[in-house]
């Protein structure tokens, strides 16, 4: 556990170019959230109703939650705080790929995917509203394919915040209401795009202050964070990103991105997976 506290401390220099970076001002108007798995349902397929006719409690309703969260002054913002989950457990690596969508943000990187495919190495996406709708193809591949687990990357790709902060100069949602639909719509879209919510949520930007994070845990997501920042919010060249690939501590959650498919992600990914695979590292998925 000490170790891992280390990991998550030295990979907070790093923070600041995950998705939402400054020099992508492009995609300043078009951040996303990723999506979430079901913490309590089966690692894959819809959940089935219990035979007996026990069902979980019903979640709260949108009025009560923002009851229950007006007025509520946070007190921390950042990539790392209490229930943001930077690191998976047994010393596996578990890699998380983004799509942000909006202008400069609906790419598609179908060689980074295809080398995932081809060594058999799982990974969880997380997928923006907007990502979806520009990308309806790969979205259906990617939703058939067992390999991948998809989560919530948000609807508009902000910030989640109950005062409008921002990160990376993108404004973050204004208030609890704001903050619980950046949350839900998206939850909303792909549960029915999918036939099951997904499990996991990411903000854009990956910022968030305490009280939208524990928000997100109202609607039944867990909050994705990383110990390893993969691709330096899709800046780094191919070499780099091996290089922070093969030096991933065990345990880690490494952040990148699969919706720029001009930058070096998927060269250093295909660089960095086989040797990994040699070497024994085993990668999971969120909900594994
Ligand atoms: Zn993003």
Not at 23 to 45: I, N, Q
Not at 56 to 79: F, H, S
Not at 222 to 233: I, L, P, Q, S
């Amino acid at each position: 556990m000490v170790g891992r506290r280390t990991v998550v401390a030295a990979a907070l220099g790093l923070a600041a170019a995950a998705c939402g970076a400054p020099r992508r001002t492009a995609e300043r108007a078009a951040v996303g959230a990723a999506a979430p798995d079901a913490p309590s349902g089966p690692p894959s397929g819809p959940p089935s109703p219990a035979p007996g006719g026990t069902r979980p409690p019903a979640p709260p309703t949108r009025e009560q939650v923002l009851d229950r969260y007006a007025g509520r002054a946070p007190q921390q913002w950042g990539t790392d705080l209490p229930g943001v989950v930077p690191t998976v457990p047994d010393g596996a690596l578990a890699l998380t790929f983004d799509a942000c969508g909006g202008p400069g943000g609906d790419g598609y990187d179908a060689a980074l995917i295809g080398t995932l495919r081809r060594l058999r190495v799982p990974a969880t996406l997380f997928l923006n509203s907007r990502w979806v709708d520009a990308n309806p193809g790969p979205f259906a591949e990617l939703a058939a394919d067992p390999l991948f687990e998809l989560g919530n990357h948000g609807t508009a790709h902000r910030p989640l915040s109950v005062t409008g902060r921002s990160a990376y100069g993108i404004t973050g949602t204004a208030d609890p209401a704001a903050a619980y639909d950046e949350v839900a719509a998206n939850r909303a879209k792909l549960t029915a795009l999918l036939g099951r919510a997904p499990g996991w949520f990411r903000a854009g930007t990956a910022h968030y202050d305490e009280v939208a994070v524990a928000l997100v845990a109202e609607l039944g997501e867990r909050v994705a964070g990383f110990a390893v920042n993969g691709d330096g919010g899709a800046t780094f060249t191919p070499g780099q990103v091996a290089a922070t690939l093969a030096a991933a501590a065990p345990g880690s959650i490494v952040i990148s991105h699969f919706n720029h498919p001009d930058a070096g992600t998927g060269e250093g990914y295909a660089r960095a997976l086989p040797a990994l695979l040699d070497a024994g590292r085993r990668f999971v998925r969120l909900s594994d």
